[in-house]
């Protein structure tokens, strides 16, 4: 069974752009989730997607965050324009259902703002 | 917020020692899941255990929970270098997963 996808690994961008992240979860999974991971702490829930609705966005930052699930499918993470402070790892994580099913998760995107 | 905070921050121990680490709460929950995160293999979800259950075994893994002391513990027997990584609890109050700060396990060889 594929895991769930993610890309970039990587990326270095300036602050005040753009940056998208892409996440492609485990087939058949209903539930996806993008968290932010800082350095040293937990990952942090940003949204949290049952198919193609949003069931919990209460912590992502809707001034410069948004994400789309199209299709109940593939996600994408968008930041714009990207601050210093949003420089961490950000994980995508599918589940067969909601919260009571263990999560998967994706190897990362490690974003650098300088 | 906060949700759940593991107990210690770090641990050291010798390979082949149990190694313990624990995770509070502040409210109630549905169920309280570990998982575990290295460089090698990213964040692996580890064991779920719901409020109805006291104790379940996985393994070299035993998980314990008390709701009254809003309360888990992750035991790992027989420790391997292997298993050096960091342990995070994550509690699922309201439909909402929130992830502790975690726990950083080294084992020595």
């Known amino acids: 069974e594929a895991g769930v996808a993610q890309s970039p690994r990587y990326k270095i961008i300036e602050k005040r752009q753009s940056v998208a992240f892409w996440c492609n979860p485990i087939?058949?999974?209903?539930?996806l989730y993008w968290y932010q991971q800082i350095l040293g702490q937990g990952p942090k829930l940003l949204i949290q997607?049952?198919?193609?609705?949003?069931?919990?966005d209460s912590q992502l930052p809707k001034d410069r965050f948004s994400a789309e699930r199209l299709k109940g499918v593939d996600s994408t993470l968008k930041i714009q324009p990207a601050k210093l402070e949003d420089s961490a790892v950000y994980l995508c994580?599918?589940?067969?259902?909601?919260?009571?099913?263990?999560?998967?998760f994706g190897p990362g995107t490690r974003l650098t703002v300088t | 917020s906060q949700q759940g905070e593991e107990d210690p921050q770090a641990l050291s121990i010798q390979e082949g020692e149990n190694a313990t680490m624990n995770c509070s709460y502040k409210?109630?929950?549905?169920?309280l899941q570990w998982y575990r995160q290295n460089s090698g293999r990213g964040l692996v979800h580890l064991i779920l255990?719901?409020?109805?259950?006291r104790e379940k075994h996985s393994g070299r893994l035993r998980v314990t929970l008390d709701t009254s002391k809003k309360s888990s513990s992750l035991l790992i027997t027989a420790s391997r270098a292997a298993d050096t990584a960091s342990y995070f609890c994550?509690?699922?109050?309201?439909?909402?997963?929130?992830f502790g700060k975690g726990t950083r396990l080294h084992i020595l060889p």
């Open positions: 997607f049952q198919n193609n609705g949003v069931v919990d």
């Open positions: 087939s058949g999974h209903a539930t």
């Open positions: 994580a599918s589940s067969f259902g909601d919260t009571v099913y263990e999560q998967y």
């Open positions: 994550a509690t699922d109050a309201s439909d909402k997963i929130i």
């Open positions: 255990i719901r409020s109805n259950e």
């Open positions: 409210t109630s929950i549905n169920n």
